[in-house]
């Protein structure tokens, strides 16, 4: 009888690192996190996170493991796992998959967080049955992953994808890359709650009930607000749900995609936000027929950078 294969995911966030040990049908059999302290130097985070999440996961694994897969924001280079420039980490040329191989012993696979997360709903989510979809993932950041004719689209140098730095309001908002305006420095979710603090600010409203200061703003506090009613905060929603839809509406006309999947942490409030999307998606992507393209939250939810990074493990077994 052959040996069953296990490997591990694993994900960097802006919050937390975390980790599970998966087999081929995507059963998690140990899930473990650890919060990150982005102020840290990069040899600190690991020393303090993505080392002893990834231990912690080893040594509850039912079996040997066979690779790590991990996924981080940034453009990364997955042929030698340096992560060249992540500007919300501001890492520069850090070599992630050297320092988990040295480490570990296990073969490692780095690529960009939501290129990982987009194999993950190939392999196990809602990419599984179409050939041609996109996932946007909404969180500290605002990264996507493309898959077109069934292939994951990486790009000359592995920077496909970078939904959240294109431009959506010229001369906008400072992004953490450089440029402005980006829709990441519109709708991640701390410039969410940014937006909504200057419009405090401005006298457009007022703190939302159970908020002691205008420092406790965040996504999920203005997500709690507008489902209570607060009408600053149902604002706010809906024009990140416009600002969202003029993206997506672009995504629509150059690549025209079956299904659009929204993950991350603030799709958990895509019910507030998503009619204004569709509303300017379908006033601005003209060159499809109407609702063309599915949009709906990617499938798998909080798990997805992990799974996202068992799937590339798995596919490099596949191919050895």
């Not at 294109?166 to 940014?194: F, Q």
């Not at 995504?251 to 895509?270: E, M, S």
């Amino acid at each position: 009888m052959a040996e069953k294969t296990f490997v591990i995911g694993a994900d960097l966030g802006g919050t937390h690192a975390a980790a599970v040990v998966v087999d081929r049908e995507g059963n998690i059999y140990y899930q473990y996190e650890l919060p990150v302290d982005l102020s840290h130097c990069a040899d600190e985070v690991f020393e303090k996170s993505i080392f002893p999440v990834i231990e912690k996961v080893i040594k509850n694994s039912p079996g040997r493991v066979s690779s790590i897969g991990m996924g981080l924001p940034g453009r990364i280079d997955s042929r030698t796992g340096i992560c060249h420039f992540s500007p919300n980490l501001q890492w520069h040329n850090v070599p992630v998959g050297p320092k988990l191989e040295e480490k570990f012993n296990i073969p490692c696979h780095v690529m960009n967080d939501v290129t990982v997360a987009t194999l993950g709903e190939q392999m196990f989510g809602l990419g599984k049955d179409v050939d041609n979809f996109i996932l946007m993932a909404i969180g500290t950041g605002i990264g996507g992953g493309i898959v077109n004719e069934g292939r994951l689209v990486l790009g000359a140098i592995e920077s496909a994808g970078e939904i959240g730095h294109m431009t959506i309001v010229p001369d906008g908002y400072l992004c953490n890359c450089g440029n402005r305006g980006c829709l990441e420095a519109l709708c991640s979710g701390p410039n969410i709650a940014r937006r909504y603090r200057e419009a405090l600010e401005r006298g457009e409203g007022e703190l939302a009930p159970g908020l002691d200061g205008i420092e406790e703003v965040t996504a999920g506090t203005i997500q709690r607000a507008a489902a209570a009613g607060d009408p600053l905060a149902i604002k706010i929603w809906e024009e990140t749900g416009r600002y969202l839809g003029i993206g997506i509406a672009n995504l629509i006309t150059v690549l025209n995609p079956d299904r659009i999947l929204i993950g991350g942490r603030v799709a958990n409030a895509l019910d507030l936000f998503l009619p204004a999307l569709l509303n300017e998606v379908r006033f601005r992507a003209r060159m499809v027929p109407p609702d063309f393209t599915e949009i709906k939250h990617a499938g798998l939810a909080e798990n997805a950078g992990v799974m996202g990074g068992a799937a590339l493990a798995l596919s490099w077994i596949e191919k050895h």
